[in-house]
């Protein structure tokens, strides 16, 4: 990450979560997923760990969003859950500015979560092998990114 660069702790307005609450979370769903499927097909994701994943139901809420996504992982693909018809196997919650520091690695899920800024709940095991496997991801570079006007 750059280090001139730092994602600030915020949290968006109660009524920003008011209103994403009541919009369609298929989007989200869908995106998700599709980021997660991204990363299967670029080889991310440690293989010998997804085993493990089968058939499990995880969701991600965004807290001062009101935004969630519900997901599971069956026959090599990260699937959509548009109805969850039982409580998540592991389950994270987080305001917005967290998920952006987990992403940008400016802060690790053990810190979040010690701050009281990410909820975890769920299967403990589950959620720790999750956590090793996003810590192995090697993403690239914010600085590294091309930008208009950068050369």
Request: charged letters at 25%; hydrophobic letters at 40%.
């Given at each position: 990450?750059?280090?001139?660069?730092?994602?600030?702790?915020?949290?968006?307005?109660?009524?920003?979560?008011?209103?994403?609450?009541?919009?369609?979370?298929?989007?989200?769903?869908?995106?998700?997923?599709?980021?997660?499927?991204?990363?299967?097909?670029?080889?991310?994701?440690?293989?010998?760990?997804?085993?493990?994943?089968?058939?499990?139901?995880?969701?991600?809420?965004?807290?001062?969003?009101?935004?969630?996504?519900?997901?599971?992982?069956?026959?090599?693909?990260?699937?959509?859950?548009?109805?969850?018809?039982?409580?998540?196997?592991?389950a994270f919650a987080a305001n917005l500015s967290a998920y952006l520091q987990l992403l940008s690695r400016q802060e690790d899920p053990d810190t979040l979560f010690f701050n009281r800024e990410l909820e975890i709940t769920g299967d403990t095991e589950l959620g720790l092998i999750v956590k090793n496997m996003l810590d192995a991801i090697e993403l690239p570079s914010l600085s590294r990114l091309p930008l208009p006007g950068r050369q």
């Open positions: 990450m750059n280090p001139n660069f730092t994602i600030p702790r915020f949290r968006l307005p109660d009524f920003v979560a008011g209103i994403g609450q009541k919009l369609p979370q298929w989007p989200h769903t869908l995106v998700l997923v599709g980021a997660l499927n991204a990363a299967l097909k670029l080889k991310l994701l440690p293989e010998s760990e997804l085993t493990v994943l089968e058939d499990k139901l995880f969701r991600v809420r965004v807290l001062d969003t009101g935004g969630e996504a519900c997901y599971t992982y069956r026959d090599g693909l990260f699937r959509p859950v548009f109805r969850a018809q039982r409580e998540p196997d592991l």
